[in-house]
């Protein structure tokens, strides 16, 4: 088949073909959006202890906001809860300070993620509970602060951070 009714049906086939590629790009990109990515961005986790001191007091008031919003609901934290609760010198602990935003940044990856497992909640629950006995249970990092001995530095802490860092 030649001639103008050949052109004709070419035409048509390219519209079609070119509407239906139109939809495709719509369509991937709907599941794009459904999909998480197998590779997702990486995110730069500084650790506190490469903190600078410019960066230090917006991130000590950033996690000092999660804990009170987030980590003093449960009983293992709340001031007053016995036996223990997270006394409030935590932050002139580094070695506390870096373990409670790897806890908030894994709550964060639980509860603000859109790539969350349905299992992630408990293996969350699970971690807060294995940080509790680190820090604030019987013996734990925390335990002379929570008693009557009172705030006791970390060995080698020289004190760099001053409590208005937080309390502004």
Same mark, same amino acid.
């Not at 509860?111 to 497992?117: D, H, L, Q």
């Given at each position: 088949?030649?001639?103008?009714?050949?052109?004709?049906?070419?035409?048509?086939?390219?519209?079609?073909?070119?509407?239906?590629?139109?939809?495709?790009?719509?369509?991937?990109?709907?599941?794009?959006?459904l999909?998480?990515?197998?590779?997702?961005?990486?995110? +730069?986790?500084?650790?506190?202890?490469?903190?600078?001191?410019?960066? &230090?007091? *917006?991130m000590? /008031? #950033?996690?000092?906001? $999660?804990?009170?919003?987030v980590?003093?609901?449960?009983?293992?934290?709340?001031?007053?809860?016995a036996?223990?609760?997270?006394?409030?010198?935590?932050?002139?602990?580094?070695?506390?300070?870096?373990?409670?935003? +790897?806890?908030?940044?894994?709550?964060?990856?639980v509860?603000?993620? &859109?790539? *969350?497992?349905p /299992? #992630?909640?408990a293996? $969350?629950?699970?971690?807060?509970?294995?940080?509790?006995?680190?820090?604030?249970?019987?013996?734990?990092?925390?335990?002379?602060?929570?008693?009557?001995?009172?705030h006791?530095?970390?060995?080698?802490?020289s004190?760099?951070?001053?409590?208005?860092?937080?309390?502004?």
């Open positions: 088949m030649t001639g103008p009714v050949a052109d004709d049906r070419i035409t048509r086939v390219e519209e079609r073909v070119s509407v239906l590629a139109r939809q495709v790009s719509v369509l991937a990109d709907a599941v794009a959006k999909v998480p990515p197998e590779n997702p961005p990486a995110v +730069a986790i500084v650790s506190w202890f490469d903190v600078t001191p410019d960066q &230090a007091p *917006a000590l /008031r #950033d996690l000092a906001g $999660w804990i009170d919003t980590l003093l609901r449960y009983t293992e934290f709340s001031p007053g809860s036996p223990a609760g997270l006394p409030a010198c935590w932050y002139r602990h580094p070695d506390v300070v870096e373990e409670l935003r +790897a806890l908030r940044l894994a709550w964060l990856a509860y603000r993620s &859109a790539s *969350a497992r /299992r #992630d909640p293996d $969350w629950h699970d971690r807060l509970q294995r940080t509790a006995e680190r820090l604030v249970r019987n013996g734990g990092r925390l335990w002379r602060c929570i008693t009557n001995e009172g006791r530095a970390p060995p080698g802490w004190g760099g951070l001053d409590p208005p860092l937080i309390d502004d």
